[in-house]
């Protein structure tokens, strides 16, 4: 209770190689699946044993389990230790060169989230998205990144050349910024010490005695987007197989409208309201999106069920099978019994959409023609739809709040449509803190019209807040 420093166990992206086996695992494995892995042992020297589809099935149930023990076990249980003795634990949500658990379920379990991005490249290209969908979907109100690193003694970056790739990933969710990285320098030779990976945040760089303005905008932007709740359309469901790294989008999330990934841990413990899916951290959406795979275990299948019953949307293929060996056959039964009630094929194979209960299904409609169905306009876009404008929208108790970055290096003009009804827009500007009105603006149907021109890599708030 009196620590004044050390206060956080860090947990950085996991690097450390694949993971097969641990004590106890035959007793942990009998409990889960309810059958001995023993005789299936050999499948991890690559013989096939019983037949190639139990095979399968074992090592799909194996690649699960360790995917559940690294998230419960290592992650959960350091959490835990970590509490015992007062510190919060920080986990960077995903891994490279061997990850063996499920992105989502991993960053689940730790008190804090984090993803990552360079100065430059891709890295952070998915890394983010799996960090923020995990924050809202598991109810955590910040997402960190570990931001603007970069790779070797790149002292010709400064502010300016890296504003564009932190405005990208605020857009995405992120919305706690951590500077990678500072050395402590012990004496005044220069350039000092320094990392071949993390840009000079340090006393020695030449911009470092102005490096307060980047501070002071970084520092707002985060406080303005950890208020209220993210609003977003579309629930990608990831799947229950594992390993897992991030979520696919098929068919792709339409202009103007916003995404998260969801898993099956989530999805259990979800709920139906007013025709929309309502996970327990408060996040909602109208559709959800299951991925053109084929299995599916039971137990979600039917909770699937009961969700549509009640009103929830989903798009995508009946499950055929589960993937798992437990309760086979009659698992696969269960699976095909469900999905045939749900999805109607054998009333009506070709259906583009099959209504199930108060909910709908559509098996290969896009996601246009289903938000066209439930009359869900785009919650923003510009005029120019070839213009690189990014966005980001959270509802809070005093208004909707709308975070915009212009993303090239040129100055841009276009009306911003924002999906806003009777509301007076206000321009918030992190980099001065001005906040104004602005006066000149459309209702139109179902949104307001705001002519904006933003400099190159320029952002602003947009804030609807009064009639």
């Given at each position: 209770?009196?620590?004044?420093?050390?206060?956080?166990?860090?947990?950085?992206?996991?690097?450390?190689?694949?993971?097969?086996?641990?004590?106890?695992?035959?007793?942990?494995?009998?409990?889960?699946?309810?059958?001995?892995?023993?005789?299936?042992?050999?499948?991890?020297?690559?013989?096939?044993?019983?037949?190639?589809?139990?095979?399968?099935?074992?090592?799909?149930?194996?690649?699960?389990?360790?995917?559940?023990?690294?998230?419960?076990?290592?992650?959960?249980?350091?959490?835990?230790?970590?509490?015992?003795?007062?510190?919060?634990?920080?986990l960077e949500n995903y891994g490279h060169?061997?990850?063996?658990?499920?992105?989502?379920?991993?960053?689940?379990?730790?008190?804090?989230?984090?993803?990552?991005?360079?100065?430059?490249?891709?890295?952070?290209?998915?890394?983010?998205?799996?960090?923020?969908?995990?924050?809202?979907?598991?109810?955590?109100?910040?997402?960190?990144?570990?931001?603007?690193?970069?790779?070797?003694?790149?002292?010709?970056?400064?502010?300016?050349?890296?504003?564009?790739?932190?405005?990208?990933?605020?857009?995405?969710g992120i919305n706690a910024t951590l500077?990678?990285?500072?050395?402590?320098?012990?004496?005044?030779?220069?350039?000092?010490?320094?990392?071949?990976?993390?840009?000079?945040?340090?006393?020695?760089?030449?911009?470092?005695?102005?490096?307060?303005?980047?501070?002071?905008?970084?520092?707002?932007?985060?406080?303005?987007?950890?208020?209220?709740?993210?609003?977003?359309?579309?629930?990608?469901?990831?799947?229950?197989?594992?390993?897992?790294?991030?979520?696919?989008?098929?068919?792709?999330?339409?202009?103007?409208?916003?995404?998260?990934?969801?898993?099956?841990?989530?999805?259990?413990?979800?709920?139906?309201?007013?025709?929309?899916?309502?996970?327990?951290?408060?996040?909602?959406?109208?559709?959800?999106?299951?991925?053109?795979?084929?299995?599916?275990?039971?137990?979600?299948?039917?909770?699937?069920?009961?969700?549509?019953?009640?009103?929830?949307?989903?798009?995508?293929?009946?499950?055929?099978?589960?993937?798992?060996?437990?309760?086979?056959?009659?698992?696969?039964?269960?699976?095909?019994?469900?999905?045939?009630?749900?999805?109607?094929?054998?009333?009506?194979?070709?259906?583009?959409?099959?209504?199930?209960?108060?909910?709908?299904?559509?098996?290969?409609?896009?996601?246009?023609?289903?938000?066209?169905?439930?009359?869900?306009?785009?919650?923003?876009?510009?005029?120019?739809?070839?213009?690189?404008?990014?966005?980001?929208?959270?509802?809070?108790?005093?208004?909707?709040?709308?975070?915009?970055?212009?993303?090239?290096?040129?100055?841009?003009?276009?009306d911003a449509n924002f999906s806003a009804?009777?509301?007076?827009?206000?321009?918030?500007?992190?980099?001065?803190?001005?906040?104004?009105?602005?006066?000149?603006?459309?209702?139109?149907?179902?949104?307001?019209?705001?002519?904006?021109?933003?400099?190159?890599?320029?952002?602003?708030?947009?804030?609807?807040?009064?009639?």
């Amino acid at each position: 209770k009196d620590r004044k420093t050390f206060k956080y166990i860090i947990e950085d992206s996991y690097e450390t190689g694949g993971q097969n086996w641990t004590d106890d695992m035959i007793e942990d494995f009998k409990k889960v699946y309810g059958y001995d892995p023993v005789p299936y042992i050999p499948a991890l020297n690559g013989v096939v044993v019983g037949s190639p589809d139990q095979t399968d099935r074992f090592l799909w149930d194996l690649r699960r389990l360790v995917a559940d023990q690294v998230a419960y076990e290592y992650v959960a249980g350091l959490r835990e230790v970590s509490h015992e003795h007062g510190f919060t634990t920080w986990l960077e949500n995903y891994g490279h060169w061997g990850f063996p658990g499920e992105f989502l379920q991993y960053g689940g379990q730790s008190d804090e989230i984090a993803g990552e991005f360079w100065s430059f490249g891709n890295l952070g290209d998915i890394e983010n998205k799996a960090a923020s969908s995990c924050g809202h979907i598991y109810g955590k109100d910040k997402v960190w990144a570990e931001s603007c690193t970069c790779g070797g003694s790149h002292f010709d970056l400064y502010p300016a050349t890296m504003k564009q790739r932190v405005d990208r990933f605020f857009t995405e969710g992120i919305n706690a910024t951590l500077l990678h990285l500072y050395i402590q320098q012990p004496d005044d030779r220069t350039p000092g010490f320094n990392a071949w990976f993390g840009n000079e945040f340090n006393r020695n760089n030449t911009w470092f005695s102005q490096l307060d303005i980047f501070l002071d905008y970084l520092k707002r932007c985060n406080y303005m987007l950890q208020q209220g709740r993210y609003v977003a359309d579309v629930a990608y469901f990831i799947g229950e197989d594992t390993p897992k790294m991030t979520g696919v989008r098929n068919p792709e999330i339409p202009r103007g409208y916003s995404y998260d990934y969801v898993n099956a841990e989530v999805l259990m413990s979800a709920k139906a309201e007013n025709g929309k899916l309502v996970l327990a951290s408060g996040m909602e959406y109208s559709v959800l999106v299951l991925p053109k795979i084929e299995t599916m275990r039971p137990e979600l299948l039917a909770k699937l069920q009961q969700l549509v019953k009640e009103g929830v949307v989903i798009q995508g293929p009946a499950p055929l099978r589960s993937p798992s060996l437990k309760n086979y056959p009659e698992s696969d039964y269960q699976v095909k019994a469900m999905a045939e009630e749900m999805w109607q094929k054998n009333i009506h194979p070709f259906a583009d959409k099959v209504r199930y209960g108060k909910g709908m299904i559509y098996p290969t409609a896009s996601l246009e023609q289903i938000l066209s169905d439930l009359r869900i306009q785009p919650d923003f876009t510009a005029s120019d739809p070839m213009l690189p404008v990014l966005f980001i929208h959270l509802n809070t108790q005093d208004g909707e709040v709308y975070f915009i970055s212009n993303q090239s290096d040129k100055t841009i003009s276009f009306d911003a449509n924002f999906s806003a009804k009777g509301m007076q827009p206000e321009l918030w500007n992190p980099l001065t803190s001005e906040t104004r009105y602005l006066p000149e603006f459309k209702q139109l149907t179902g949104a307001i019209s705001v002519p904006m021109t933003l400099a190159g890599n320029e952002s602003s708030f947009v804030i609807f807040r009064e009639k």
